[in-house]
Nanobody, 115 residues
Framework: QVRLVQSGGGLAQSGGSLRLSCAAS????????MAWYRQGPGKERELVST???????NYAEFVEGRFTASRVYARNTAYLQMDSLKPEDTAIYYC?????????WGQGTQVSVSS
């Protein structure tokens, strides 16, 4: 059974930093592409970052240069380091993975940034 369990997030001030974690079980991040999404209040879910099995990362323009996605294979955990946070980054953040059995989502983590 594939599970993605998220942790981290919370409340930060504008300009601050937070880190999200996404721990996987039932799959190996080494062999799967994964992504981070977010959904702000009253908004559609949007793609934040992708991280391929080959280690290639891409970022949405609105987080480029501020967010960093990574994985630690030994822990089978993915991370999203969020720096220089802005109030508009306030959202529920989700990790996502595509596997041969289908796609799976983490439970979501609230990030709130105050001005």
């Amino acid at each position: 059974q594939v599970r993605l369990v998220q942790s981290g997030g919370g409340l930060a001030q504008s300009g601050g930093s937070l880190r999200l974690s996404c721990a996987a079980s039932g799959i190996n991040f080494r062999f799967n592409d994964m992504a981070w999404y977010r959904q702000g209040p009253g908004k559609e879910r949007e793609l934040v970052s992708t991280l391929t099995r080959d280690g290639i990362t891409n970022y949405a323009e609105f987080v480029e240069g501020r967010f960093t996605a990574s994985r630690v294979y030994a822990r089978n955990t993915a991370y999203l380091q969020m720096d220089s946070l802005k109030p508009e980054d306030t959202a529920i953040y989700y990790c996502h993975v595509n596997t041969k059995w289908g796609e799976f989502w983490g439970q979501g983590t609230q990030v709130s940034v105050s001005s």
